[in-house]
C-alpha cells in the first residue's frame, strides 16, 4: 500500500494522541498549547487512506536555550498495528526538512526515555535530566542543531 506524508489539522491528530500517547484522556482534552497558531504545522502519515501516524511541529524555545528560531517536536505517534515499519522515520525526516526550510536553528522535542535511541538515529542529543509529567512516565529533552 501506498505511504504518505501530508500536513493535516490539528483536530485530526487527536484520535491517534489519545490512543497511543495519552490513553488516560479523552482525545476532546489534547488540545495542546498552540496547536492552532499560525506557525504550528501538524503531519499525518496514512497508508492508503488511513492515517496511520502523526506528528506536530510547534515554534517553540526549550527552556534554558534562549535560541528564537526553535522547533518543537510534539505528540509524535504511530499506530500499533504499523510500528516499525517507517512511518516515524518519514514524519522525523519530514518535521526536520519543515523545521530547515523555516530557517530553524533548534530542532528538539520532550522524549520518552524508552524513545531515545530513535531520537539519537536523527541527530538529536539528550539534555538535562529525567522528569516525569504527570501519567506520561519518563522524559528527556532531546536537541539538534539545524
Known amino acids: 500500500m501506498e505511504t504518505e506524508v501530508k500536513k493535516i489539522t490539528a483536530s485530526e491528530t487527536r484520535k491517534l494522541r489519545q490512543l497511543i500517547l495519552r490513553p488516560h484522556q479523552r482525545a476532546e482534552e489534547l488540545i495542546y498549547e498552540d496547536d492552532e497558531h499560525p506557525d504550528t504545522v501538524h503531519f499525518g502519515a496514512f497508508i492508503g487512506n488511513e492515517l496511520e501516524g502523526i506528528a506536530s511541529l510547534y515554534k517553540h524555545i526549550p527552556d534554558g536555550i534562549?535560541?528564537?528560531?526553535?522547533?518543537?517536536?510534539?505528540?509524535?505517534?504511530?499506530?500499533?498495528?504499523?510500528?516499525?515499519?517507517?512511518?516515524?522515520?518519514?514524519?522525523?525526516?519530514?518535521?526536520?526538512?519543515?523545521s530547515k526550510k523555516m530557517n530553524g536553528k533548534i530542532f528538539w522535542c520532550n522524549a520518552r526515555t524508552t524513545a531515545e535511541g530513535f531520537y539519537e538515529k536523527f541527530g538529536l542529543k539528550r539534555i538535562g535530566e529525567v522528569f516525569t509529567p504527570e501519567g506520561l512516565g519518563e522524559h528527556i529533552v532531546m536537541i539538534k542543531k539545524l
Do not use: Q
Not at 78 to 83: D, G, I, L
Open 66 to 98: 534562549e535560541v528564537k528560531d526553535s522547533w518543537r517536536l510534539r505528540g509524535m505517534a504511530t499506530s500499533e498495528k504499523f510500528r516499525g515499519r517507517g512511518l516515524g522515520l518519514l514524519l522525523m525526516n519530514r518535521c526536520i526538512e519543515h
